[in-house]
């Protein structure tokens, strides 16, 4: 094993090791200062991809070609010493701070793997396909994670239609080839749904008229409901409206076997079996863990959990100089309830065992930032502030002679922690998690002389950093024949046409270079004016 180690340019410069180019990789380096730290980046892709746009990719909507960019051009438009290897990381080292790689380039055995020491590691793996073990899932499902797997699905869905269109295939055999499944009413699934039917209906129909009329698409959901994460608004126009195209939805379907003939699948309510003939598979029910990181939780005691757990400043539990963004990590966000001495000591600033409104109000900002849930807990119950919360627990009497000791304190805070949640794993919250690591990278030194962030209710003096904060921006979910879902902050929901081309100006404008904006772009045009290319290449 050789160890990819280079001398330094600048010995001051601490060495930032960045595992990924995918969402959260990518908008970290593309903030970076980098002419601050020696910057390696290790990932088995070289380039970036525009995941929301990979179910459009599956139907020649867009060229795959036009959803990526190159890693060295997004590294190279930046100042500093940026290095990229492409090589997929395998174990992680945290106690010798190195972390273990191994090329897939046809090379010499003995240079294929290799070893990298850092000062800071930052791990934006993201997470794969989980397919819940179910059987015959790998062998015979297409995937939708990745910009190889949207070429397959594209190639796949010709494959079937030349198939069906063969003089030997009997009439139940071109049913069968034609009979596209898909499992997961979650955003990818239901716009792969919206972007195959389109694909069909306004394209394949005209290059396979003796066929069309045997196609048939089906979306299999585990849940009462497809997208199960929007408001109820835009899940009953979905389904409505799928109806319409005649799609069919099966929901309570869970499927527990795929063999290379039928999908079987169980009923939820009634325990029903039943078995589904198929042409082709595309299996979307979420993520799972990387092998990789799977290894690096046993090494730090984090056996018990589905994902890397940080702190709210994105580092992992146990590792003072390693972070963890995107998919492959969660916020292990702290409770109120495990601090609560510690609060109550903090504000209790002339130590009398009891604390009032004006001691509280002194350390309000600093609680509110440390623990996100006591805001969604006061918005959930209408209070304006936390002074509002203590006079609740204290009956109707005035602000100012409120005086609570620490059990009447436990209790007005007893109920804070049921507001707390999880982030979704989607690009959005990968990106700006990324952005925010640059920045506290960016600031580093700075913010060791001078805190920025709320106080250390366990400590003395502040945190570095303010924490890490998602700003929810809004949700799209397209459902083909030009129209678009969206759900925007303040719970506005928006249906229709006009949706459908905020969604076109909102991913052309967060593609991550012009190049891609225009290839997109032109794209879309392209496909207005010409339709989608049916080639199988």
Not at 270 to 290: D, E, L, N, Q
Request: hydrophobic share 35%; aromatic share 8%.
């Amino acid at each position: 094993m050789t160890n990819a180690d280079q001398p330094q340019i600048d010995s001051k410069k601490k060495r930032v090791v960045v595992l990924g180019t995918g969402w959260a990789g990518t908008s970290f380096l593309k903030n970076l200062d980098t002419t601050l730290y020696d910057v390696n980046i290790i990932s088995p892709r070289n380039y970036f991809a525009f995941t929301p746009l990979l179910p459009s990719v599956t139907c020649g909507t867009v060229e795959a070609r036009s959803v990526v960019e190159p890693i060295r051009n997004i590294i190279g438009k930046r100042k500093g010493d940026s290095t990229f290897w492409e090589a997929k990381c395998v174990k992680i080292d945290a106690k010798g701070k190195k972390v273990h790689c191994l090329s897939d380039q046809d090379v010499n055995s003995e240079l294929k793997e290799f070893t990298v020491d850092y000062d800071y590691l930052v791990i934006a793996l993201g997470a794969q396909v989980n397919t819940f073990n179910t059987p015959g899932v790998v062998e015979n499902c297409h995937f939708l994670k990745e910009v190889e797997d949207a070429q397959k699905i594209r190639r796949s869905v010709i494959d079937c239609f030349e198939r069906a269109s063969l003089p030997t295939l009997s009439e139940d055999g071109k049913v069968k080839t034609l009979h596209f499944v898909i499992v997961g009413g979650g955003p990818t699934g239901v716009e792969f749904v919206a972007q195959l039917h389109d694909f069909v209906s306004e394209d394949l129909v005209k290059v396979y008229p003796d066929v069309k009329d045997l196609v048939k698409i089906t979306l299999l959901e585990a849940g009462d409901h497809i997208l199960n994460m929007f408001d109820k608004r835009i899940t009953a126009f979905a389904e409505e409206k799928f109806h319409r195209d005649g799609i069919e939805v099966k929901t309570g379907s869970m499927v527990f076997e795929v063999n290379d003939e039928a999908i079987s699948i169980k009923d939820r309510s009634s325990g029903a079996v039943s078995s589904i003939p198929y042409g082709m598979i595309v299996w979307s029910t979420g993520i799972g863990t990387r092998p990789v990181i799977m290894d690096f939780m046993h090494q730090i005691s984090q056996t018990n959990r589905r994902v890397l757990a940080t702190d709210e400043w994105l580092r992992v539990d146990g590792c003072d100089d390693v972070y963890a963004i995107g998919d492959c990590a969660t916020i292990n966000q702290r409770k109120v309830m495990e601090d609560i001495m510690e609060i109550f000591n903090k504000a209790d600033a002339d130590k009398s065992g009891t604390l009032t409104v004006k001691e509280f109000q002194d350390v309000i900002d600093d609680v509110c930032e440390r623990y996100p849930q006591v805001e969604l807990y006061l918005k959930n119950k209408r209070l304006k502030s936390i002074v509002d919360l203590l006079k609740d627990s204290k009956g109707n009497r005035e602000r100012e002679s409120i005086e609570l000791d620490i059990e009447e304190f436990k209790n007005s805070l007893s109920e804070v922690d049921s507001q707390m949640k999880s982030l979704p794993a989607t690009a959005q919250v990968a990106a700006q998690q990324g952005l925010y690591l640059a920045r506290c990278f960016n600031r580093m030194k700075e913010a060791e002389e001078n805190p920025e962030g709320p106080l250390r209710f366990r400590g003395t003096g502040r945190h570095r950093f303010h924490p890490f904060r998602y700003k929810h921006l809004g949700q799209f979910a397209p459902l083909g024949g030009e129209q678009t879902a969206a759900q925007l902050p303040g719970d506005w929901v928006s249906i229709g046409h006009s949706t459908q081309w905020l969604w076109y100006s909102v991913y052309a404008s967060k593609q991550v270079s012009w190049r891609t904006r225009v290839l997109v772009i032109s794209d879309w045009i392209r496909r207005f004016v010409f339709g989608r290319d049916s080639s199988r290449i």
